[in-house]
């Protein structure tokens, strides 16, 4: 891209970012510091409003860029995260955005709690969220990096430094200043424009083949050079029985893990009522399923227009695919017409990055704070008190995922966020599913079944291949791995039920029926719920 191109990109990033600080700016001034305020926005948000926001909060770098950039490069075997990413809202839809919303006040451990010792439970569940929120802002990081690096036309080390570092600063102060209020308004605005970017693409991607579906994978499939095999499964997934089971595994993380995402569930207090809650994830689906249909459309055309080689070319996991496309269609990099589409798109998914880290990061810094610091200071946290500390936490955290992301910079950030989803699955949803559902579930099975899975996840993952022993690791001079999958989700998701169930039955402590029937009672009328 020439200088003006990149100049006029650079001021439509400068532009988001102007209207961003300035919703965090008028917010703080006229927020009142307290708890509720904080970290549910005063539950003021109405059901589209809220819709909106999931949907910004969900539709991340991880689906603009990385899902669309895997299509490109593997074809079918991409699909399986737009597909699984959908999927995953039935369950949050019938199993938990009601019964969460009646049950709980902030967090996912508030739901837990309600029936069991607070203090272990909260620590376990306030430090699986932590993790998996971390794992998560990785993955926004690595998207920010990969993009700004092309966008300024340098793939260095130093563009992609002082870009993570620039989008985790923004973070904080989103997050510190605004509270949830200011971070619902931003991911709203975001989904609006992402909307719009990918309508527009997906709308110019179809002219070029006469709105011929058929045409365009025929196209992308001799393009890829794979012929026919790059519309049936195997070409990532396939072959040896190790790629299946990862395959597998993948699937069944993509689908489980979202009813375990921190920053999904606490989306659930920001509005009035369990009805509202519900009607809310239904504006999400409606919206979220049109973005993931058109990122199949935006990945293949990738591959037929651009080529696999070129994508690869600029980012080899893929993950510069969309914006690529995009100069590809209004004319090419050295035209205007390519360079003022590029810059729109890459606004856009710059302007994705920061709405979803701000959410992230404050559904973390709220369970570091109203989780774990809470029970440890038991009843002598105020609420002024632990609101001070979700600011404090949340540079933490900040300074934390900057960390990761700089180490993680070549990984694609689809993949990385399947792996989020793997430790949401392992460690969150099983507490979560026991606690609303069995009427025998104790303490000792509700802290084993999040330490059950949020362990084995992570020990997964260390010794897998993904931090060792292959070209694309972390660390792919040494190998220390044994696990051969990618994804941990088929050996730990399965774990942490079970540890669940042997906590809960060797456990000398006796279920208490009458805090269940509350439980329950809460659950499903909303009868004192917050």
């Known amino acids: 891209m020439t200088a003006e191109h990149q100049a006029l990109a650079l001021v439509l990033f400068s532009l988001f970012i102007a209207v961003t600080l300035g919703i965090t ?69 019938f199993l938990v955005a009601e019964l969460v919303r009646n049950c709980g006040r902030f967090t996912l451990a508030d739901v837990v709690a309600a029936r069991m010792s607070e203090r272990p439970v909260r620590i376990a569940a306030g430090a699986s969220s932590v993790t998996v929120s971390v794992l998560y802002l990785v993955a926004q990081m690595v998207g920010a990096g990969s993009l700004v690096g092309l966008l300024l036309g340098s793939s260095g080390a130093a563009a992609r430094t002082w870009t993570v570092i620039g989008v985790g600063a923004l973070m904080v102060f989103y997050v510190s200043f605004g509270g949830m209020r200011a971070t619902t308004w931003i991911q709203i605005v975001k989904a609006v424009l992402l909307m719009g970017g990918a309508i527009t693409l997906t709308v110019l991607v179809l002219l070029r083949f006469h709105g011929d579906f058929g045409r365009l994978l025929s196209a992308a499939a001799e393009r890829s050079g794979q012929g026919a095999a790059f519309l049936g499964p195997g070409l990532r997934y396939g072959g040896d029985w190790t790629a299946r089971f990862d395959f597998i595994s993948l699937g069944l ?6 009813a375990g995402l921190p920053h999904i569930l606490s989306r659930f207090y920001t509005v009035p009522t369990a009805r ?40 080899a996991s893929g993950n510069t695919a969309v914006p690529l496309l995009a100069a590809f269609l209004g004319g090419g990099a050295d035209s205007t017409g390519g360079a ?27 369970s570091v704070a109203h989780d774990l610091y809470a029970s440890l200071r038991r009843r002598r946290a105020k609420q002024r008190s632990e609101v001070a500390v979700a600011r404090l936490a949340a540079v933490g955290i900040g300074a934390v995922a900057i960390g990761l992301g700089l180490l993680a910079q070549d990984l694609n950030v689809a993949f990385l966020v399947g792996l989020a989803f793997a430790v949401a699955a392992s460690a969150n949803l099983p507490v979560l599913l026991y606690s609303l559902f069995w009427s025998g579930f104790t303490t000792r099975g509700a802290v084993w079944s999040v330490y059950g899975g949020l362990v084995p996840a992570v020990l997964l993952v260390v010794v897998s291949p993904v931090v060792s022993g292959s070209p694309d690791a972390l660390f792919p001079g040494v190998d ?51």
């Open 480 to 530: 220390f791995g044994f696990f051969p999958l990618q994804n941990p989700g088929i050996v730990s998701i399965p774990l942490g039920f079970l540890a669940g169930w042997l906590g809960t039955v060797t456990s000398r402590e006796a279920p208490d029926p009458v805090k269940y029937a509350e439980t329950e009672v809460r659950s499903l009328t909303g009868a004192g719920a917050v």
């Open 25 to 93: 700016t008028w917010v703080s001034r006229n927020r009142h510091g307290s708890a509720e305020e904080f970290y549910a926005g005063g539950r003021l948000f109405s059901p589209l409003e809220n819709g909106f926001a999931i949907a910004g909060d969900y539709m991340s770098a991880a689906s603009f860029l990385g899902i669309s950039g895997l299509i490109a490069l593997f074809g079918y075997d991409g699909m399986l995260y737009s597909v699984g990413f959908l999927v995953a809202w039935l369950v949050v839809l």
């Open 276 to 315: 509202a809650a519900r009607r809310s994830v239904v504006w999400a689906i409606a919206l979220i399923g049109g973005f993931y249909l058109m990122t199949i459309v935006l990945g293949f055309g990738a591959a037929a227009l651009v080529g696999p080689d070129a994508v690869r070319d600029s980012n």
């Open 253 to 258: 993380a993509l689908v489980l893990g979202t």
């Open 340 to 366: 003022v589409l590029f810059a729109l798109v890459a606004a856009i998914a710059f302007a994705t990055i920061l709405a979803v880290v701000a959410g992230i990061t404050l559904a973390s810094s709220a």
